[in-house]
């Protein structure tokens, strides 16, 4: 008995044939095989729904981006014309806010430390916190360090005591036209204070 997947003798080998060419099979079986085979002209149904997909991505995409720069002008366009230019900001000159020259004639505004001897540093105030700074006076709490040069003042000791200091007396400043300074400062010692020295100390700023 002959197999039926041998060739017959003196034949070709037997070969099933496609539905498409079997004469007189219905044409939309045959658009069915076309489209299984991946030969439609469109490709399968899978690919262009994959086609479809992406470009309606892309659309939404691109609309996205696009809604998106537009709120982003809007927001800067909203908020340029509601700030109001610097010009409109209050503005404080020099003249309104004194100064303290330093022994090096440097201005300083609120110190936390300033050297009163300039000479030797044998007193000094730290530690300063200063409650005002007007164009009348500046007051601030602190200590003064002071070297109490016993047995000479290379030798002494640095003893400190809490003092309360006020500037006062500004004046314009010779050397900066346009520019106030304070002229005078007071040391106020509330409890302990160096030896000779009074309750209410008043000196002189350097100009």
């Given amino acids: 008995m002959t197999h ?6 003196g034949g070709a080998p037997l070969r099933r044939p496609a539905l498409r060419d079997i004469p007189g099979i219905r044409s939309d079986l045959r658009d069915w095989c076309e489209r299984r085979d991946g030969r439609s002209v469109g490709g399968t149904r899978s690919d262009q729904a994959r086609r479809a997909g992406a470009a309606m991505r892309g ?3 691109g609309t996205t981006v696009t809604l998106a720069a537009g709120a982003l002008l809007t927001a800067a366009m909203t908020t340029a014309s509601a700030s109001p230019p610097d010009s409109a ?3 404080r000159s ?3 806010r004194p ?3 330093d022994c090096l004639w440097q201005r300083t505004v609120r110190p936390i430390d300033f050297i009163l001897a ?3 540093g044998n007193s000094r105030l730290a530690g300063l916190r200063w409650s005002e ?3 009348g006076e500046a007051t601030a709490v602190g200590v003064n360090v002071v070297n109490d040069c016993e047995p000479y003042c290379a030798a002494g000791t640095f003893r400190t005591y809490p003092v309360t200091v006020r500037l006062d007396g500004a004046k314009p400043w010779k050397d900066h036209p346009g520019e106030r300074r304070y002229t005078r400062i007071s040391l106020t010692y509330p409890g302990d204070r ?4 009074r309750q209410v100390m008043t000196y002189p700023l350097w100009d």
């Fill in 4 to 9: 039926p997947r041998q060739p017959l003798e």
């Fill in 59 to 61: 659309s939404v995409v």
């Fill in 89 to 91: 900001a209050p503005h």
């Fill in 94 to 96: 020099r003249a309104d």
């Fill in 99 to 101: 100064v303290l020259v």
């Fill in 118 to 120: 300039c000479g030797d």
């Fill in 133 to 135: 700074w007007s164009p």
């Fill in 194 to 197: 160096p030896e000779g020295y």
